[in-house]
């Protein structure tokens, strides 16, 4: 009945193979996956999930799905009658992945040029079994970036098995390619018996190395001022309140972390929206007040009283930063709260093969670029920059010219508050929000500060970039902690050679 | 911009008759009173001293040590260390080894290595545990690697003159480093969950209720003796130097004195002290892990201090009672409002209170 059937249907399954896919051993199993990915059917493909679903079952010689207690014949897509003895066709986690590999590899037929894009690069680490496929797909590509995916992919399977001059081909070929992948069959290739295929491997070796190389260092300059930024924006505000004013704020931190929560509110607020992207642009300047008016209640009520005390200002603060946890923790759960990243921010710009920049990196990095500018301009341009900076070198000089010094001292704090507040909002976009996010900060940032000298932003700029790097280029040797601790015993030695900084403001000011 | 330092000459005294008679009958309830209402009264009586109040009683004794070492280094030298924490966590670490050693092949994998050294597949002891087996070298290393590391360490920032806030927070940032250390596997100290599951100290089952009591009365007597040691040195001329270098380093150098030494010798001895407040303090809650390394632990203990009223050491005993009594009452009472109570602490002592408590009965 089904041959009958078959004669009649324009696209017909390849009998030999669903029968070699319903009865074979695993290896037959596989290369009949294969087969019918290469006829290119969409009755192939629904046969295949039928399969990874566990649905195809077979009875005598009769192959069929078994769906809701009914039979449907695979070839004719006809109902059966279910008969009383079947048997599983077993499909085991090797099996699985082919069929994963394999209905991915159907999308290459796609006319969406994304997703015949994404399938070939789904595939690149697929087995033998898909060549066919590939080869086949390689004929209609017609788009440049596919058709080198496809080809290295190719090349990569022939290496496997293969005549030995479609081997040598192959290398050749995988010699343009600066995928990671590409490195470890080159290295199983160069340990080859063959001297030839050893000879030519070892070169395209060579070739690969390079192109990865100038990737892997792209990338890590890329990790070291994306971290810089990081380290930038959170120490910014800190060397306003530490650097100029004097105040060891160990409250920071949690300024940071309000940043943090104000853009959680402002999400939720914006959520169901059909603007919800657009809610980071809002949270901008409500993080910024939202820090900017706890700081300044914060300077008002405690810190104020404290000047010239920096010890109990240091447990002051700390205390403070204690309460605003737990503040936190009592509104809103001690668990991370979620924040999304708008669509905008996600994705990342492919610069290398095996280079991806992120665009939520980028974006901050231009956030930290754009504050700082912001910051230097308020502080050098400003009547309030002029006021700072006045009562910073001379306060009782300040104040005799009629400068408000105490309120001087304030809308300093708030602005410093503030800035912390906007890198709040920038952490969002790349770590856990909870309630200790600013913990992981504070030791950080006063480094930064302290490292870079007090009382002056370009130093800070300067030591938040230095640090980033070196973190990053520690880490890419020895890992992340020990890197880290190389990074902290390394300040802690510089702060001992040179205690006021990279950038020591030259004056007459006497220690005191 | 000078801070000023109040001292409260009475107390630099240290102490009147009355005074020594609070001291003594500290004493006599230590080492008499509740041993006998701990081991001789029966439990079902209502003076029994449960072993609950034993354990907590021996911690913040142990506290205390530290907070008088604080007291030491802040309150007479006026150096704020933030890394007192990391040297009691060193000695806890130095009796730690000792304590895993101790349980031999009681552990979960009846191995001769500690169960974190068979679940991360080492084959023998790294080099840090060399001689560990032995009760001696633990105390040794619990005491000496505190006080060596704050010798180099002070040795190069006081030559430097770092000081003031500049110190804590390098200190501060060591602690922080250093807890990282702790928590990797590979430093070979049992990572995130230190040591625990300790069986014997000296042979002796560590959770008996008389090896409980013999803890606790070591611990008194170390703290009874740090106490009147730490008179001795402050009431030395040793003592008045570094009161003066306090309140006025630069004239104490150009008085002739080398002040380096001074706060270096302070800031060991002060460092060996929480060393053996640390080792004391491991056999008695039985588990040390990096946590107890964390800079909020360090800057937790220079509150105590506060607390008390600086440059009392008296203060700094009742501080680390005050604060960790309340917190022991909190935590059970009140979880969540444990932090804001002590964030109310920390603020209401340093705006309020610049003496302490012990400032605050000293002016009736």
């Known amino acids: ?512 | 911009m000078t801070p000023k330092m109040v001292t409260v000459t009475n107390f630099s005294r240290l102490y009147g008759p009355r005074g020594w008679a609070i001291l003594g009958t500290c004493a006599v309830v230590a080492f008499v009173v509740i041993p006998i209402f701990n081991l001789a009264v029966p439990a079902s009586s209502p003076f029994h001293v449960s072993a609950f109040w034993v354990t907590l009683i021996g911690k913040i004794m142990c506290f205390a040590i530290v907070a008088l070492a604080l007291d030491l280094v802040w309150g007479y030298a006026g150096i704020l260390s933030l890394g007192h924490g990391l040297f009691f966590a060193l000695g806890g670490y130095g009796m730690g080894m000792y304590l895993m050693r101790q349980i031999g092949r009681q552990g979960q994998y009846q191995s001769d290595l500690p169960d974190f050294m068979v679940f991360l597949d080492w084959k023998t002891f790294p080099w840090q545990w060399w001689n560990t087996d032995q009760f001696w070298w633990a105390i040794l290393l619990a005491t000496a690697i505190p006080g060596l590391l704050a010798f180099v360490f002070g040795y190069f920032a006081f030559r430097s003159r770092v000081k003031g806030v500049y110190f804590s927070i390098i200190t501060q940032a060591l602690t922080f480093a250093a807890m990282l250390l702790f928590f990797r596997n590979n430093t070979g100290f049992g990572g995130n969950n230190g040591f625990t599951d300790f069986k014997t100290i000296l042979g002796f089952n560590i959770t008996s209720p008389e090896t409980r009591m013999s803890l606790f009365c070591i611990t008194a007597f170390f703290l009874v003796a740090t106490l009147l040691l730490g008179r001795w040195i402050v009431t030395s001329k040793f003592g008045r130097v570094l009161t003066a270098i306090r309140d006025a380093e630069p004239r104490v150098m150009f008085c002739g004195y080398n002040t380096v030494h001074y706060k270096l010798a302070i800031f060991t001895f002060s460092a060996v002290l929480c060393g053996i407040a640390g080792a004391l303090y491991v056999p008695q809650v039985g588990i040390i892990n990096p946590s107890e390394m964390s800079p909020a632990n360090s800057i937790e203990i220079a509150i105590w201090v506060a607390v008390g009223g600086r440059g009392t050491l008296a203060g700094a005993i009742l501080g680390a009672g005050l604060v960790n009594g309340a917190k022991s009452f909190f935590t059970v009472a009140f979880p969540e409002y444990w932090l804001f109570a002590l964030g109310a602490i920390f603020i209401a002592v340093t705006l309020f209170m610049p003496r302490g408590v012990l400032g605050l009965l000293a002016r009736r």
């Open chain 1, 1 to 512: 009945m089904a041959a009958f059937f078959l004669s009649f249907s324009a696209h017909a399954l390849d009998r030999s193979a669903v029968e070699k896919l319903a009865f074979g051993d695993g290896d037959e199993k596989i290369e009949a996956i294969g087969a019918l990915v290469a006829e290119g059917d969409p009755k192939a493909a629904e046969l295949l999930k039928g399969f990874a679903e566990g649905e195809l079952q077979t009875s005598g010689k009769q192959i069929f799905f078994v769906r809701g207690g009914k039979a449907v014949d695979v070839f004719s897509g006809k109902p059966v009658p279910l008969p009383a003895e079947r048997e599983d066709v077993v499909a085991n986690n090797r099996l699985r992945g082919a069929v994963a590999s394999a209905l991915g590899a159907f999308k290459l037929n796609s006319q969406d040029r994304n997703e015949r894009l994404a399938a070939a690069q789904a595939l690149s680490d697929a087995g033998a079994a898909m060549l066919p496929l590939i080869r086949k797909a390689l004929e209609r590509e017609a788009d440049p970036e596919i058709r080198g995916l496809l080809d290295m992919t190719a090349a990569g399977m022939e290496l496997k098995d293969g005549s030995k001059e479609a081997r040598i081909a192959a290398i050749r070929k995988l010699a343009g390619s600066a995928n990671p992948g590409t490195k470890t069959l080159l290295l199983e290739a160069a340990s080859d018996p063959d001297e030839d295929i050893r000879r030519e491997a070892q070169q395209s070796l060579r070739a690969v190395d390079g192109r990865l190389a100038l990737g892997e260092w792209l990338g890590l300059a890329f990790a070291g001022v994306s971290l810089g930024s990081i380290l930038l924006l959170a120490a910014l505000g800190l060397a306003i309140t530490y650097g100029l004013m004097g105040v060891i704020n160990m409250a920071h931190g949690e300024l940071i972390m309000i940043g943090a929560y104000a853009t959680y509110v402002v999400q939720n607020l914006f959520r169901g929206s059909p603007v919800f992207d657009l809610y980071l642009v809002a949270a901008v300047p409500i993080s910024f007040l939202a820090a900017a008016l706890v700081g300044i209640a914060l300077e008002r009520s405690v810190i104020r009283w404290l000047y010239g005390r920096p010890l109990e200002t240091l447990l002051a603060t700390w205390g403070i930063s204690l309460v605003l946890i737990q503040a936190v923790r009592t509104l809103f759960g001690a668990q991370n709260v979620q924040v999304e990243n708008p669509a905008f921010m996600s994705g990342g710009i492919q610069v290398l093969s095996n280079v991806v920049l992120p665009w939520n990196r980028i974006v901050i990095i231009a956030f930290a670029v754009s504050i700082l500018i912001a910051t230097w301009m308020l502080l050098a341009k400003t009547r309030l920059g002029l006021y700072i900076r006045g009562v910073t070198q001379n306060r009782a000089m300040a104040e005799c010219v009629g400068v408000p010094t105490s309120r001087v001292d304030t809308w300093a704090f708030g602005l410093g508050s503030g800035i912390a507040g906007l890198a709040g909002c920038a952490l969002t976009q790349i770590g856990n929000v909870g309630p200790e996010l600013g913990q992981g900060y504070i030791v950080d940032s006063f480094l930064v500060v302290v490292f870079g000298g007090v009382g002056q932003l370009a130093g800070t700029v300067y030591a938040a970039l230095m640090l980033g790097f070196a973190n990053k280029l520690l880490e890419s040797w020895s890992g992340a902690v020990l890197a880290k601790i190389a990074v902290l015993v390394f300040i802690i030695f510089f702060i001992q050679r040179r205690p006021q900084g990279l950038f020591a403001l030259r004056g007459r000011a006497v220690e005191t």
